[in-house]
């Protein structure tokens, strides 16, 4: 069974930059999506990025053009950069992957953006 690891939430200013990683624990054949989203406390789950089996990439409108998705085969990775922070992008980040059969989750990882 794949479980997905996230490292990279932290603790930065406004104006900062934060990269977020997501590491899948075994080769996950057949993927269709490798997605970012995130969750503030009494907010819905939103997605904030995803990336297709070709590489086609799409954003929340909120973040276009300060966060950047990129996945990298060899190493079974999934990645945010994000850039530009604001106040409110402050939340758990979730990494999430689909393939044909299932859903997996990543444990999530906070990000708090404050002065």
């Known amino acids: 069974q794949v479980q997905l690891v996230e490292s990279g939430g932290g603790l930065v200013q406004p104006g900062g930059s934060l990269r977020l990683s997501c590491a899948a624990s075994?080769?996950?054949?057949?993927?269709?999506?490798m997605d970012w989203y995130r969750q503030a406390p009494g907010k819905q789950r939103e997605l904030v990025a995803s990336i297709s089996r070709f590489g086609s990439t799409n954003y929340a409108a909120s973040v276009k053009g300060r966060f950047t998705i990129s996945r990298d085969n060899a190493k079974n990775t999934v990645n945010l950069q994000m850039n530009s922070l604001k106040p409110e992008d402050t939340a758990v980040y979730l990494c999430?992957?689909?393939?044909?059969?299932?859903?997996?989750w990543g444990q999530g990882t906070q990000v708090t953006v404050s002065s």
């Open positions: 075994k080769m996950i054949p057949e993927i269709i999506t």
């Open positions: 999430h992957v689909l393939d044909r059969r299932y859903n997996y």
